[in-house]
Nanobody, 116 residues
């Protein structure tokens, strides 16, 4: 099993910045990718950014150039600095871990609210 604990959400004005962090524990050696998803009210959950154990990254087009995903050297923590935030970024953000067996694990979610 993998446990994910998130932090860093909050309320900011448009143009501001936030940094999300996710700490993984448990069977971390089975993880081959981690990422962040978000879900706005009335919307489906969507991929924001992902990073593999080898360091390859993938971003939603809507956040390219504004968000960055990274992992620490131990590959137990994934971070998402978010810059130039827009009201459209308002959502609950969830940390995700993907294992080599195809299983997904989820954090509890953290609220990000961007005001005009």
């Amino acid at each position: 099993q993998v446990q994910l604990v998130e932090s860093g959400g909050g309320l900011v004005q448009a143009g501001g910045s936030l940094r999300l962090s996710c700490a993984a524990s448990g069977s971390i050696f089975s993880i081959n990718a981690m990422g962040w998803y978000r879900q706005a009210p009335g919307k489906q959950r969507e991929l924001v950014a992902a990073i593999t154990s080898g360091g390859s990254t993938n971003y939603a087009d809507s956040v390219k150039g504004r968000f960055t995903i990274s992992r620490d050297n131990a590959q137990t923590t994934v971070s998402l600095p978010m810059n130039s935030l827009k009201p459209e970024d308002t959502a609950v953000y969830y940390c995700n871990a993907h294992t080599e067996y195809g299983y997904h694990y989820w954090g509890q979610g953290t609220q990000v609210t961007v005001s005009s």
